[in-house]
T-cell receptor, first 112, second 113 residues
Framework: GEDVEQSLFLSVREGDSSVINCTYT??????LYWYKQEPGAGLQLLTY?????DMKQDQRLTVLLNKKDKHLSLRIADTQTGDSAIYFC????????????FGQGTTLQVKP | KAGVTQTPRYLIKTRGQQVTLSCSPI?????VSWYQQTPGQGLQFLFE???????NKGNFPGRFSGRQFSNSRSEMNVSTLELGDSALYLC????????????FGQGTRLTVV
């Protein structure tokens, strides 16, 4: 089946690292994505990882993929107040189509 | 390079009316997907168009339809609007051949009264 699960809320202090977790169920997933949504805005693509990779790093962002456990995480180093937003993970099940299955979103609150 | 453009940004419609939303993808992208975002159901896939053909479809009633033009611009239409259709409608643009990155527009906020 197609299902993506995320925890709903995470609160951290400015300067700390944030880790947002996601689990998915479809083993045929090809790409896994992280999006950020600020109030009243659309979705901003942060990063994505191909399913044959274990890790991807992009500046303050680190994505870890455990394909055996179907677990994906996004680590934000040195979290800033501007990182406060809702973070969605998503999977692309059929690599050549534009169908993404999204999790419910994790609200990240960054306290000064 | 221009991003994904959705028009209009906001709409207010009455129950029973119909509405058409527009999405212009990134230049060179041939795939446009539509999503509905509501507080209760989250982000749900509506359909995807690639080279003017519907390539994938989600689990929405037939009142929701779409099309894509030869310049890759896409429209979605909702007929006989219901209160529950109030949502943020997002479109995503991707190259289409190999789906690596999908970029979203700002969305159209539809309110049905």
């Amino acid at each position: 089946g197609e299902d993506v699960e995320q925890s709903l809320f995470l609160s951290v202090r400015e300067g700390d690292s944030s880790v947002i977790n996601c689990t998915y169920t479809d083993s045929s997933s090809t790409y896994l994505y992280w999006y950020k949504q600020e109030p009243g805005a659309g979705l901003q693509l942060l990063t994505y990882i191909f399913s044959n990779m274990d890790m991807k790093q992009d500046q303050r962002l680190t994505v870890l993929l455990n394909k055996k456990d179907k677990h994906l995480s996004l680590r934000i180093a040195d979290t800033q107040t501007g990182d406060s937003a809702i973070y969605f993970c998503a999977e692309s099940i059929q690599g050549n189509t534009g169908k993404l299955i999204f999790g419910q979103g994790t609200t990240l609150q960054v306290k000064p | 390079k221009a991003g994904v453009t959705q028009t209009p940004r906001y709409l207010i419609k009455t129950r029973g009316q119909q509405v058409t939303l527009s999405c212009s993808p990134i230049s060179g992208h041939r795939s446009v997907s539509w999503y509905q975002q509501t507080p209760g159901q989250g982000l749900q896939f509506l359909f995807e168009y690639f080279s003017e053909t519907q390539r994938n479809k989600g689990n929405f009633p037939g009142r929701f339809s779409g099309r894509q033009f030869s310049n890759s611009r896409s429209e979605m239409n909702v007929s006989t609007l219901e209160l529950g259709d109030s949502a943020l409608y997002l479109c995503a643009s991707s190259p289409g051949d190999v789906n690596t990155e999908a970029f979203f527009g700002q969305g159209t906020r539809l309110t049905v009264v």
